[in-house]
């Protein structure tokens, strides 16, 4: 018979909410439907169910039986008959599966749903629910085949099939291929395979429905690691036994998220590497999931531990700027001082920095040699200014003043307020290189324009927020209340909630008193990680955040580099489609 795929969903999403079964709940204590389906043996397409068992169950003792014939609207294959005893005659008189279906699925509710061989039970009834209008409620779904893999050993039982773990566990009604017979014979198993379940320490149903998954023998050991934390937003930190980080994660459920690591959705094989070494996770409460962001980035960036792969090497992040001295050029840098004046950046590796910088190269005479010029004596000049790339400072064909006028100020201006003279150069290029036919220059070309436009709406946008002192924000809380935040200079000073119905004012007041002190600096991130600003960025610009109050005010160019936001979308898709387009 063919099986339509059935995923099952992991534990992350297992809460209280979800069709009223909460994973805490004890075995003794889950009301189970465990179903049986006759079928004509096709494929799951909304038909072809010809008969439904279930029993509900809880605590061992019956609660209800629904067993019923299905007229499936198409003739009976023989080999089914053979197979099941069902003939044509017997399911002229049944109700079509949407008669069915309304009882059934309220037979179901609130309870587990049970089936041998799940996939192909529950993908018949996935299919007919979207035949015929009905929405699947989506119940939790233990398959007593894959517990039985999970429970058995090969010397107990040659095989996982319904007739041989009856046989195996004596059950009192044994399966005929008939659904209410089978779906019995069903209940017993399961009871059966709940009793061994006790020496694994699966006590309840979130657990059994994970060990019946491909869980790890690591994820299964360590799993009492992810007992005891608080069900609140913030960070976790798994530590070796010598107490190092190992990898550290934020969440607006700390519980929920790291009992996640030890369930079979969690199959990432550095994960795995990690759970081994970790001897114990420590959570640390945040008042909102900002602050929990916040706090994950700035242990990631203090600790580096080995199992985060972003954000871990803050301090690597380097700079475009203009040297000192007469005729400066484009340098890139680890950082910039107060004394520099033209800059660009932060970039995350070098090679987008020049990148960056064959962008201003292209539209503007800076000069690329990296000699120390002197006002008084001539050097020799190289291949681009032979090629009338490059003004010839060296020589001193171009003046100190008219090299600033010509090099110097464009770039000053693209980078702090208006790059259209550049993007225009850039633009220009990429159309004569186009229609010359040069497509593939063209499109380094456009590279290098992408590059200098992220790289300067980048940093003007976090110049906008540094640049003010103190700002309170707010945004409703999911329970009630608000979330606030305070911020200076680009950096997350304080943060809290306010209760639900009381004016947030006093709440401010109070962060603000135990807030921490930031004093201004130089450049786009003065006292932050860019991450950690674009963050806060990213919560400030959300519809529901309100402004509370500002120092001063919060803006940015009116010719700034973010009117080119359109460009740089339209560079970034194309980019995109070429690099499919060669891969394919």
């Known amino acids: 018979m063919a099986q339509t795929e059935y995923v099952q969903e992991p534990l992350a999403g297992f809460d209280p909410g979800a069709g009223g079964i909460d994973p805490a709940l004890p075995l003794h204590a889950t009301t189970f439907v465990v179903v ?109 085949a894959a517990l039985a893999r999970r429970v058995l050993t090969r010397d107990e039982v040659p095989n996982r099939k319904l007739g041989t773990l009856a046989a195996y566990f004596r059950t009192a009604t044994q399966p005929t291929h008939r659904a209410l017979d089978d779906a019995k014979a069903t209940v017993d198993v399961l009871h059966g395979l709940i009793a061994r379940l006790g020496g694994h320490r699966v006590d309840t149903i979130g657990d059994a429905i994970e060990f019946a998954r491909a869980v790890t023998p690591t994820q299964r050991r360590k799993r009492h690691l992810a007992e005891g934390l608080p069900k609140a937003p913030g960070v976790y930190i798994f530590r070796a036994a010598d107490d190092r980080p190992l990898y550290v994660g934020t969440s607006g459920d700390i519980a929920t998220r790291v009992r996640s690591y030890f369930t079979a959705a969690e199959k990432r094989a550095r994960i795995s590497e990690m759970l081994a070494a970790a001897e114990r996770v420590e959570a640390v409460e945040c008042a909102h999931s900002l602050e929990a962001e916040v706090r994950e980035l700035r242990l990631i960036g203090a600790h580096a531990p080995p199992y985060n792969r972003r954000s871990k090497f803050p301090e690597r992040a380097v700079w475009l700027k203009l040297t000192d001295g007469p005729y400066p050029r484009l340098s890139v840098v680890r950082g910039i001082s107060p004394g520099d004046t033209g800059y660009l950046g932060p970039f995350s590796s070098r090679r987008t920095a020049e990148l960056a910088a064959a962008g201003f190269h292209d539209a503007v005479p800076l000069r690329q040699c990296t000699h120390r010029l002197s006002l008084r004596t001539v050097t020799p000049a190289c291949a681009l200014a032979e090629l009338g790339r490059c003004p010839a400072p060296c020589e001193h064909r171009i003046t100190p003043e008219e090299y600033d006028a010509r090099a110097v100020e464009p770039f000053r201006t693209a980078t702090a307020s208006d790059p259209q003279p550049v993007v225009d150069a850039l633009l220009a290029r990429i159309e004569v290189l186009s229609r010359d036919q040069r497509y593939e220059e063209a499109a380094v070309v456009r590279s290098r324009l992408t590059a200098v436009l992220r790289a300067t709406v980048r940093m003007q946008r976090l110049a906008a927020l540094t640049g003010i002192a103190e700002l309170a924000a707010a945004r409703p809380a999911a329970r009630g209340g608000w979330e606030l935040a305070l911020v200076r200079h680009g950096r997350l000073a304080g943060a809290g909630v306010s209760p639900p119905g009381v004016h947030p004012r006093p709440t401010i007041a109070a962060i603000r008193a135990t807030a921490e002190t930031v004093p201004p600096g130089h450049g786009p991130i003065p006292r932050a990680s860019a991450e950690e600003t674009e963050r806060i960025l990213s919560w400030l610009e959300r519809p529901e955040t309100r402004l509370v109050e500002m120092s001063s005010g919060w803006a940015s160019p009116v010719t700034g580099a973010a009117r080119f936001r359109d460009l740089l979308s339209k560079a970034e898709n194309a980019a995109s489609h070429q690099l499919s387009t060669e891969r394919s």
């Open 36 to 144: 049986d389906l006759e079928t004509t043996g096709g494929a799951p397409d909304g038909g072809g169910i010809t008969e439904i068992g279930a029993v509900k169950v809880r605590g061992g003792e019956e609660l209800g039986v629904l067993a019923t014939l299905v007229n499936p609207g198409v003739p009976i294959p023989p080999f089914i008959t053979v197979l099941t005893g069902i003939t044509q005659a017997m399911l002229v008189p049944a109700p079509p599966i949407e008669q069915v279906l309304p009882s059934f699925l309220e037979f179901i509710s609130d309870a587990v749903l049970v089936a041998h061989n799940a996939p192909y039970d529950v993908g018949f009834l996935k299919a007919a629910c979207a035949a015929h209008g009905y929405r699947w409620p989506n119940p939790r779904v233990l398959d007593t």
